[in-house]
């Protein structure tokens, strides 16, 4: 019997049986005696998939990733003399700091899964009534520049060694994969306050050096404008088609009453079909590209990073969506108008109707009809209308 990836296979049931084994001989053998049977079928599929759903899904990450720790209250009572003998310079903040509660709050991911965590964040403050030392583990740290609710954001990597000056360690990290039906917003606000009213509008801070940097940006451009975000995307069911796009586009062409701003980064699109075209891609960081969309009539793009920065604007929002439906990721703030762009098919949204989390590409149809999926005339009349009101 042929078996792939054997090597790695056995490597599973061996550390399955040994984990039993320090519980339970008995149920070490009986595992073995399982493995032994189903081994025996000839069967390698079976057996692979017994040994996936047996061995790895129960002993997976086992091992504590966070080891929390802190000298026990003795320490202080049997050196109390000496401790307060040396702690006459320590300033009354700090020793208001150091008797704040102390949370980690741990989410990886794209940016636009951070910047969904902001207002959980700021909730969370907000229920200390700000008595509380927040720290963000993430790689995409430019989220909480001059974010006044944070007190540090730190590398993932630095937790390899474990975590020992936090009262509270909570890891968001597949919070929302888990539940695909659930928007991030809630799935984070159910972990971290258990609750889901609260103020659920993102946010960004920018600096008075970005205010006026977008200010003389602005005033340069000269006149209204739509900002664009013509994403690429690695998942051919998130980019839309260039058909879509281009019929799109050409609509916003056509008409005279305000410019368009392309943004996002250089691996996007920017197409130029007239002099009221820009390409401001990679120009602006998080904080100025916010205040670029607050001051447009618009933010126009698909279910990806540069959206969930319109979502910290009052700005109106069109935004194309597929695999992901539109209310697990659309803008939950209490102003501004927001209008969906979907697919017309019955499996729109396959992401969110899944049973189990796919945080990977995943096409139900397997043809990825949901990118072209859409009626490019009334799409294009419909995202022009909704410029146009006021």
Known sequence: MRFGKTLYFYALLMKAIFQEWKKSSRTAFALLSESWRLYRTNNAQIFMQWVMARCLIPNYRRKVKIKLGRPSPTIFRKFHEEIKADA???????????????????RDGAMGDVLMLTPVVRALHARHGGDIAIDIATQAKAVFDNNPFVRAVVSPKALKHGVHTYDVVIELNDAYERSPDTHPVNAYGKLVLGVGDFDK???LHPTPEDIRL???VVAEIGGPYVVVHHFRHEWPNREIAPAVWGGLLSGLAQ???FKVIYVGVDRDYAEILSDDFQDHRGKYSIQQLSLLIANSEGFLGGDSGPSHIAATTNAPMCIFYTCAHHEARMPLRSVGRFLPLKPDLDCYGCLTHSPIPRPGYFCSRGDNACVRAFDIPAITNRVLSFFEQK
């Open 255 to 257: 008409q005279k009453r």
């Open 214 to 216: 977008i200010d003389s």
């Open 201 to 203: 509008s993102l946010d």
């Open 88 to 106: 006459a310079w320590i300033s009354t903040a700090a020793i208001q700091s150091r008797q704040k509660p102390k949370y980690l709050i741990i």
